[in-house]
């Protein structure tokens, strides 16, 4: 299992500069957490508490919402996970 | 019926086949309200306004600051202090005499959001605070008003196009409160971001091209690229 997760541009500062990671998992939360082990900076970006996301943190398949509960969505061999993160400046 | 200088003004885009003269007496008709006329407020506001939108409503209670001419081009030096709906009023109207423009000075809240709303055709969303665009989607999906959302911060843009009933809104996409901030950005990120908008706004008058509907269109100008990301109605959105 490969699947790539695409980081917003104001997170690559926590992925060493990457901006896209592969991971293995069968579900976006299971993504996050091995994005994490690699990465434990991404944890405070993306989580406000365990299991749960930050209000403005969006999670994207294959560049498709896969909104409410993104976390327990099924992955697969060769799936795109973006993240990006709520504005709302204007 | 379009006047002779009306023809003349707007020569170029009458030539445009998917604008036409219907589509110019279409844009001469509409009554478009914009909320915020700051970084976004003023490029969609300046755009729409040369275009030739009938009636537009600018909504803003707050006054013009040093701080917001980086990216606030409606507003100049000497408009420090004003209230920015009357900076803004002055500028286009100079643009174009020939529409019709109302500057509106108050804060959008809910004891007048459904008054300030009233009679507009479209809403654009060009506020600072996702607290204020709830309201706004709120109340254009209520009313069954077409809800045009931009947002920025840094360098990067959203945009989104809601018809009320038929596509995604805001609120579908709700997660929770998100704490104001102080955001960063720099001009040329709401100037792509509110022609985009005022793009929707136009297409969706005249009643040509694709709208950003079920998409979320994603621009980051520091990688200069545009991603699209799918959208679908929630079925526990609570609107």
Same mark, same amino acid.
């Given at each position: 299992?490969?699947?790539?997760?695409?980081?917003?541009?104001?997170?690559?500062?926590?992925?060493?500069?990457?901006?896209? $990671? #592969?991971?293995?998992?069968?579900?976006?939360?299971?993504?996050? @957490?091995? *994005?994490?082990?690699?990465?434990?900076?991404?944890? +405070?970006?993306?989580?406000?508490?365990?299991?749960?996301?930050?209000?403005? $943190? #969006?999670?994207?398949?294959n560049?498709?919402?896969?909104?409410? @509960?993104? *976390?327990?969505?099924?992955?697969?061999?060769?799936? +795109?996970?973006?993240?990006?993160?709520?504005?709302?400046?204007? | 019926?379009?006047?002779?200088?009306?023809?003349?003004?707007?020569?170029?885009?009458?030539?445009?086949?998917?604008?036409?003269?219907?589509?110019?007496?279409?844009?001469?008709?509409?009554?478009?309200?914009?909320?915020?006329?700051?970084?976004?407020?003023?490029?969609?506001?300046?755009?729409?306004?040369?275009?030739?939108?009938?009636?537009?409503?600018?909504?803003?209670?707050?006054?013009?600051?040093?701080?917001?001419?980086?990216?606030?081009?409606?507003?100049?030096?000497?408009?420090?202090?004003?209230?920015?709906?009357?900076s803004?009023?002055?500028?286009?109207?100079?643009?174009?005499?020939?529409?019709?423009?109302?500057?509106?000075?108050?804060?959008?809240d809910?004891?007048?959001?459904?008054?300030?709303?009233?009679?507009?055709?479209?809403?654009?969303d060009?506020?600072?605070?996702?607290?204020?665009?709830?309201?706004?989607?709120?109340?254009?999906?209520?009313?069954?008003?077409?809800?045009?959302?931009?947002?920025?911060?840094?360098?990067?843009?959203?945009?989104?196009?809601?018809?009320?009933?038929?596509?995604?809104?805001?609120r579908?996409?709700y997660?929770?409160?998100?704490?104001?901030?102080?955001?960063?950005?720099?001009g040329?990120a709401?100037?792509?971001?509110?022609?985009?908008?005022?793009?929707?706004?136009?297409?969706?008058?005249?009643?040509?091209?694709?709208?950003?509907?079920?998409?979320?269109?994603?621009?980051?100008?520091?990688?200069?690229?545009?991603?699209?990301?799918?959208?679908?109605?929630?079925?526990d959105?609570?609107?």
């Open positions: 299992m490969s699947i790539e997760i695409y980081i917003h541009t104001s997170q690559v500062e926590l992925t060493d500069g990457l901006e896209v $990671v #592969e991971v293995d998992g069968k579900t976006v939360s299971e993504c996050l @957490d091995h *994005l994490i082990e690699h990465f434990p900076g991404m944890e +405070k970006g993306l989580f406000k508490k365990k299991g749960e996301l930050h209000p403005f $943190v #969006e999670i994207y398949i560049l498709e919402t896969v909104y409410p @509960d993104e *976390l327990n969505k099924p992955v697969k061999d060769g799936d +795109k996970i973006h993240i990006i993160l709520m504005l709302a400046g204007g | 019926m379009l006047t002779r200088g009306e023809h003349e003004r707007y020569n170029r885009q009458i030539i445009i086949k998917e604008i036409g003269e219907e589509g110019q007496e279409r844009l001469k008709s509409a009554k478009v309200l914009i909320a915020g006329v700051g970084g976004l407020g003023s490029p969609v506001a300046i755009n729409l306004a040369a275009a030739g939108v009938g009636v537009i409503r600018l909504v803003d209670h707050d006054r013009v600051d040093l701080s917001n001419l980086n990216r606030q081009v409606l507003h100049w030096n000497e408009d420090i202090g004003r209230k920015k709906v009357d803004a009023l002055e500028k286009l109207r100079k643009l174009n005499p020939d529409i019709k423009i109302k500057a509106i000075g108050e804060t959008i809910d004891s007048n959001v459904s008054q300030i709303v009233d009679d507009s055709d479209l809403i654009v060009a506020m600072d605070n996702l607290a204020a665009r709830y309201l706004l989607n709120k109340c254009a999906i209520e009313k069954n008003i077409p809800f045009f959302h931009g947002a920025v911060r840094g360098f990067e843009g959203r945009v989104m196009t809601v018809i009320p009933g038929e596509t995604a809104c805001l579908c996409m997660r929770g409160p998100v704490p104001a901030e102080i955001f960063p950005v720099i040329v709401p100037a792509v971001i509110g022609a985009i908008q005022a793009t929707e706004v136009i297409k969706f008058i005249v009643g040509s091209g694709y709208l950003l509907t079920n998409r979320l269109l994603v621009y980051d100008g520091l990688k200069l690229k545009f991603t699209e990301f799918k959208l679908k109605k929630n079925p959105c609570d609107l």
